[in-house]
């Protein structure tokens, strides 16, 4: 697929130029009042919530203490505690807000020019991309981490309820629209196969059963006790409980309901898991009750606005985020971790280390072997789930064909799968298309659309590279963005497709290892099976160094931003425990 369109390196941006460390700093104006510890739990906002966000690469966030002053080195009279937070992706910004809300002074360190992490933001040509997350789901996630600011989520996010919620387009076949709502999923399933409306009744209260029971029990834990098991709540739920664990989601899919359609709009959330849906546990049917009952959302602006409203809280907290700084190791002393030094030899000392980095890479290049918590055994007995390359188009005339979310299904889908979890090469047929475009119009110039394309790979760090931040496309990833490009035009009837591309880029599974240091090329996270799961998915605090904790994706309790957010809380409740 040849490139089309200017760079984004060559696009006027307020991107941060390249440096050992930068500072990022919010605008002079304050968006939120800043909280100290003594002040009431509650705020209220001094700006209306569009003005709350700014661009990713905006200047630093403003300190009260000289940014020349390390960690652990604080001029008052009163020492402070103090924290490092390695990355600046959604989990970094949420646990630095947390933490500096705790009284904490703390200092984020990313690598990269920018905030966000995998959910990042380019603009090429009038065209502005997100380059990872799409999917707003979970709203009470979101609402609950904004809360303990004082906050909702629509205080500081311009959300959309999508209508439809997607489009489905099954190879050969007419497209249908899925929306949101317990009674209208009900009457699309009854009317694809007649009867199968009060089956998805009964499947959607087991879903809204098994979502609530996570919630209550099994996301905001960090299992460092047995108590989420015992609670009186789960007394006569463990049989089902187990059989929920021990049961694969498409075999129980399969059980209930014989239109491949509707088996595939009930299997493919497994995706939304980096997991495959034959060995996903049957417990992540909850999934149905996010998009089917609680609908699908967007936040206008993409999920760049929610990095910008986290970036925004992290740095009203009082933390300081430093840009293009590289942590080469954790350093530590004794059982205790002391803090990080950098690629340049710089050293920052804390009281606390918390890597919101890939779990794999944090264990394997940021620690020696004798203060790791997980050993090459472990990671060998989990599934760094699926790899990804992103397209990510620009076309020169509006494309109504499309919804918001698109997913194009392949009549035989197994071989898909099998080709992404089976193979250290393969890629699915069944891909997903967003047109954030159809909600936002400031994403494309007008006439114009805006896509995004997430084709499932095989994750192995050799796949191949995009055109986004290098010159030329591997001819792996080339060559799928081309095939991707043929199947929307021919399965979604858009005539003469490709002639209306003006701009065209491309991210694959060598761009998540070198960017994000994501464990074998990983897109989304190791992969919900059974192993991957609850506290077989890990601990968020290290065995061997008493004050070192993890957050991200790539811990507990999962994948998806909203997990990210639930995860940050989850380190401080560890923290406040461990004190």
Known sequence: MPRRGSSPRSVPSSRAPSAPSLYYRAPAAPVLPRRTPSSPSSLTLSTPPLQLRWHLHASPCQTTASSTSPPGHWGGTVAERTAIVIGAGVAGLATAALLGREGFRVTVIERLGEVGGRAGEETIDGYRFDTGPSWYLMPEAFDHFFGIFGLRASDVLDLVDLAPAYRIFPEDEEPLDVYSGRDRAIALFDAIEPGAGPTLSAYLDSAAEAYHLAVEHFLYTTFDSPRPFFSRSLRGRYLKLARLLTEGLEGVVEKKFRD????????????????????????????????????????????????????????????????????????????????????????????????????????????????????????????????????????????????????????????????????????????????????????????????????????????????????????????????????????????????????????????????????????????????????????????????????????????????????????????????
């Open 260 to 579: 491949r359609r509707l088996r595939q709009i009930l299997t493919y959330p497994a995706v939304f898991l980096s997991s495959h849906p034959a060995r996903t546990p049957s417990l992540y049917h909850l999934m149905s009750h996010t998009d089917l009952v609680e609908g699908v959302r967007y936040p206008r602006r993409g999920f760049s606005a929610v990095v910008s409203a986290l970036a925004s809280l992290a740095c009203e907290n009082g933390a300081e985020i430093r840009l293009n700084a590289d942590v080469e190791a954790i350093t530590y002393s004794g059982s205790s971790a002391t803090g990080v030094r950098l690629t340049d030899g710089t050293w920052l000392l804390a009281d606390a280390v918390v890597s919101t980095a890939d779990l794999h890479f944090t264990e394997t290049r940021l620690l020696p072997p004798s203060k790791r918590t997980f050993s090459d055994l472990w990671f060998a007995a989990r599934d760094p789930g699926i790899g990804a390359v992103l397209v990510m188009l620009g076309t020169d005339k509006k494309l109504p064909q499309l919804a918001h979310h698109n997913l194009l299904f392949s009549r035989d889908w197994e071989p898909d799968f099998d080709a992404v979890f089976d193979s250290r090469d393969g890629a699915s047929r069944s891909i997903y298309v967003s047109k954030p475009s159809a909600t936002d119009p400031s994403t494309a110039p007008a006439g114009c659309e805006n896509l995004f394309v997430l084709i499932p790979v095989a994750a192995a760090e050799g796949f191949g590279h995009g055109d986004l931040y290098e010159d030329v496309a591997s001819p792996a990833v080339a060559s799928l963005g081309d095939a991707a490009i043929d199947r929307i035009g021919s399965w979604c009837g858009i005539e003469n497709f490709r002639d209306h591309i003006t701009v065209a880029r491309t991210l694959g599974p060598t761009d998540f290892a070198s960017r994000y240091n994501a464990w074998s090329g990983g897109a989304l996270g190791p992969a919900h099976t059974l192993r991957g799961s609850a506290f077989l998915r890990g601990r968020n605090a290290s065995k061997k160094l008493s004050n070192l904790y993890y957050a991200g994706a790539t811990t507990l309790p999962g994948v998806g931003v909203p997990m990210c957010l639930i995860s940050a809380e989850n380190v401080i409740a560890r923290m406040g425990r461990s004190r």
